[in-house]
């Protein structure tokens, strides 16, 4: 049996500063080494300061991913000497005097099955290594210390996978529930990295290191898999070893560095104090959790009669359940629902798309209550919908412009149905003989007026003018 444990560093990109110094946590918009302080680079006489919100944007983690939360937490010191660690240790958390990390055991499901969660912990990131030159032998490598001080959040899984394919349902339920919680924007460039450990049945334990986004470690997952499965075939040992994933080629290699976890040298962060949660914080923060993806699917269905399928695609994206919310009214919810998951989704598939978009919730909401008034076609509204994403303007003044507004005045529809039995003679007959060949002449009112026709009302004129009702 195939067993994968992951380890994923998730930044909490969503903070205002860095873990223990005011430097901003958002590093990206900074010129290399702009964004650092005498904290974050460890300079003598240099006390750290822990960001209060980093710790509640870390307990809500744990709290949605079901994990305990302690009373008390801890930092430690893991020592290392790296060049992305101006400090020369990295604070970080450990269960060595008991549970002190932010989130012990917990659990989320997959499909139908559990994976469990080992622990969560807080931690700041660490600077980052910029090789430059061509070839290995020419490489220079340069420091950016923006990021280091960051906020990470690590969550440790048990090692429950069996498949790539599950690393993957479970990266995107997480990466779902994190952007709901409001706590982090997975989509942002080295946002979310991890660690993974696979192994086969009868091999040892193998762990693959810096793999730099979720896609790729789906990837590293399957090639490991395949490397161990084929070493085992030609009844070569694996042994138990740390690998890197080089992202250029796409496969693991072997690591030189053999450091174990006792070569850490782990103790406890003197500078900064235990701290205690009491039960009112953590009844406060259950309050201010946001509904859970799951709250939301269900409520769409019992509320707004909307599919189960729509509300599940509906409710685990924030961006478009958030303007869902903003733009229903207890009777359009079923056609916002609609709107966003048959047309808009499909229109705005990338962030690019996203940020040019001049739709807005005022948009959505007038959309689909013309829609449900009859005032515009469905097969309109996606001309109507196109238009607005580009300009912004307002649905009424894009329905004049374009000319989209529903034939409604039944003396003109009945003057086009008209025009079609008497162009059609063939087909007026055989829908006399085989009324459901009737969808044809339907068909072509629809041609005639450019979708603008009301089907329902014109299959009704279109039965009577025939003599079939
Ligand atoms: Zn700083």
């Known amino acids: 049996m195939t067993m994968i444990g992951l380890e994923i560093h998730c930044q909490l990109t969503n903070l205002n500063s860095k873990l ?20 974050c680079m460890g300079l003598p006489g240099s006390l750290p300061r822990l ?13 949605a991913l079901n994990c305990s939360t302690p009373e008390k937490i801890a930092f430690f010191r893991k020592n290392y000497f790296y060049p992305d660690s101006p400090k020369n240790f990295q604070i970080t958390q450990l ?6 990390s932010v989130g ?8 139908d099955k559990k994976i469990r969660i080992t622990r969560i912990q807080l931690e700041e990131d660490p600077g980052r290594l910029i090789y430059e030159g061509s070839s290995s032998k020419n490489q220079i490598t340069l420091v950016d210390y923006n990021r280091a001080g960051t906020p990470l959040v690590e969550i440790v899984t048990e090692p429950d996978f069996e498949t790539p394919k599950e690393v993957r349902d479970f990266l995107n339920i997480l990466s ?13 460039d080295g946002a979310m990295r991890a660690d993974a450990n696979v ?6 334990k193998v762990e693959i290191k810096n793999i730099g986004s979720f896609h790729d470690l789906e990837k590293a997952a399957h090639f490991e898999i395949t490397r161990q499965e084929s070493l085992h075939s030609r009844d070569i040992e694996i042994i138990k070893e740390t690998r890197h994933w080089d992202d250029q080629r796409k496969i693991t290699v072997s690591s030189r560095s053999k450091e174990e976890e006792l070569d850490y040298r782990y103790f406890l962060e ?15 923060l259950k309050l201010e959790m946001p509904e859970s993806i799951s709250s939301k699917k269900e409520r769409y269905v019992s509320k707004y009669n909307i599919p189960a399928q729509v509300a599940d695609v509906l409710s685990s994206d924030k961006y478009y359940s958030d303007m869902f919310e903003k733009a229903h009214t207890e009777s359009n919810a079923k056609e916002v629902a609609n709107i966003i998951t048959t047309e808009l989704m499909g229109l705005e598939d990338t962030r690019e798309k996203r940020e040019a978009s001049k739709l807005t919730s005022v948009h959505l909401k007038d959309l689909a209550d013309a829609i449900k008034s009859g005032n515009v076609s469905r097969n309109s509204s996606k001309n109507a ?22 034939v409604s005045d039944e003396s003109e529809l009945l003057e086009i149905i008209k025009q079609v039995i008497s162009e059609e003679p063939q087909a007026v007959e055989q829908a006399k003989s085989n009324p459901q060949t009737i969808n044809y002449l339907v068909g072509k009112v629809m041609q005639k007026t450019k979708g603008k026709a009301d089907p329902a009302s014109s299959l009704n004129l279109l039965k009577k003018q025939i003599g079939l009702s």
């Open 51 to 63: 960001n209060r919100e980093a710790v509640k944007k870390a307990m809500i983690i744990a709290m």
């Open 176 to 188: 779902d529930v994190l952007t709901n919680l409001g706590v982090a924007d997975p989509s942002l």
């Open 199 to 204: 192994s086969i049945e009868g091999g040892k």
């Open 95 to 100: 269960n060595i005097y008991g549970d002190t």
């Open 20 to 39: 223990f110094c005011p430097c901003k946590a958002n590093y990206r918009e900074f010129e290399i080494n702009e964004n650092i302080c005498p904290v």
């Open 270 to 284: 003197g500078d900064i104090p235990w701290v205690s949660i009491d039960t009112d914080t953590h009844e406060k």
């Open 385 to 406: 919908l196109h238009e607005i994403l580009k300009t912004g303007k307002d649905l009424s003044i894009v329905i004049a412009d374009l000319d989209l507004g529903n």
């Open 104 to 111: 012990g055991p917990g659990s989320i499901m997959v499909g």
